[in-house]
């Protein structure tokens, strides 16, 4: 009799034990079946449309994050001036309106001294040379405007060019001649003779068709992506400034983020100067041979004589823009050097 009870509750607590390990298990799986990881998703945010050069960068540069992190990171774009403008673009990130933001530093020159010096006509053969150069600027003289934001990238335009509804050859014909071009280049344009305007590109289109202005400097992408061809129909073989592209997150937002992804944004920091200028370079090519296509481009070249008056004009502005933010106590004269030596380093990469 002892030994059948003995039996029965050894079985018993059997079942019991083959129970509770039963449901544990279930539990968890059951746990696992149903927890979902959320991504971390990244408001990006930009003043231009998506046509726009800048923008397929940020195209580009969310693929690869969201490729990178295998889908642990989302990134939603608002172009076209939905989240934030190029008045408040920096400060909206700072304050958490956007996650990131990217914009022209010209757009708001007080801000960035030391950039208005590689903004200035300097040599530069193409985008891809001024990408990476000013990339590199900004890593080794970071701007105290940047002081309490992450820099996820920076890089510029090609050397803009004159674009004119008249054709310009000489100052001559430049005297008097309303011309936008963005905010802290105004005065390169003014050594030449021109009636400057500063204005963002977004409003270029309605002022050249009231006629608040005659042409405009930038990147000779814009006659496509803009349509701009159908009003210019003129442009002056002679490079002039760049402009400049930062993009911020907000630093709240960069130390909440994982390592790994962190890592990955920072790998396509150094990346995104190099894919952007030759992006920008081919596709300027593009769009040149589409506006002369399309609606007859005509391409107007300077005399020697003349070029060489306009280069001492304009070397006269940076020497006198360098001067100035050397007396403010800035290291204007090491950056203006380090300028030189990193767009012929470039250059030569570039050339082989």
Known sequence: MKKLVVLILSMALVLVLSGCGGTSTNAQKQGSSTETVKPIVLKYAFVSPASTFPA????????????????QVKVDLFLGGALLNNQNM?????????????????????????????????????????????YDLVKEYPPEAFKDYKVITAFATEPAYMMVKKPVSSLADLKGRKIRISGSLTPTLKELGADALGMPMPEVPEALQTGVIEGMVSSR??????????TLKYYTDYPLAVTTFAAVMNKGVWDSLPSNVQKVIDELATEMPKWTGDYLDNHVNEALAWSKKEYGLQVTTLSQEE??????????????????????????????????????????????
């Open 307 to 352: 070029k060489d008056t306009w280069n001492k004009k304009l070397r006269s502005v940076q020497t006198s823009y360098v001067s100035g933010l050397k007396a403010k106590g800035l290291p204007a004269e090491q950056y203006e050097k380090r300028l030189y030596e990193l767009i012929k380093q470039y250059s030569a990469k570039e050339a082989k």
């Open 56 to 71: 397929k960068q940020m195209a580009h540069w969310k693929e690869e994050l969201e490729k990178r992190t295998n889908g």
């Open 221 to 230: 992408e814009v006659l496509q992506d803009m349509k701009l061809a159908e």
């Open 90 to 134: 920096y400060d909206g990130v700072r304050d958490g309106v956007a996650d990131i933001g990217l914009s022209a530093t010209t757009y708001e020159p007080g801000r960035f001294p030391l950039l208005g010096i590689s903004d200035l006509p300097s040599g530069y053969p193409n985008a891809a040379v001024a990408s990476q150069v000013v």
